[in-house]
């Protein structure tokens, strides 16, 4: 039930542990990076374009950004898409320990109509 309602979401998700690796991903996500759910999960964050966070090493030690932020990325089809990408911190309690879950809504139509409209 919980795999179908994170695959009904039409946002991409992804979550990602202390150490940068996903271990939770949407269809809406495989979709756009182009492999299965299945082949996500494990990968470093640094392997999927859009999950990358500023800095290096760990996620635990990533500057996780607050609020949103708008990033141009090429999509599976090779075309250019606008994400807004929100990121919150999975708290477990103790220090480089928490998971991140970023939430990815595809603006693109949108970003389009507001350059035509300028």
Do not use: Y
Not at 46 to 71: N, Y
């Amino acid at each position: 039930f919980t795999r179908a309602v994170l695959d009904a979401v039409p946002a991409m998700l992804a979550v990602r542990d202390a150490g940068g690796h996903i271990v939770l991903a949407n269809q809406a996500m495989a979709t756009h990076v182009g492999r299965p759910v299945a082949d996500l999960i494990g990968l470093c964050s640094d392997d999927v374009p859009e999950l990358a966070l500023p800095g290096s090493g760990v996620a635990g030690q990533h500057v996780v950004p607050a609020g949103g932020e708008l990033r141009a990325v090429e999509g599976a089809d090779g075309q250019q898409r606008w994400l807004w990408t929100q990121n919150k911190v999975l708290g477990a309690g103790q220090p480089g320990q928490d998971n991140v879950l970023t939430v990815f809504t595809d603006i693109t139509e949108r970003k389009q109509i507001e350059d035509a409209l300028a």
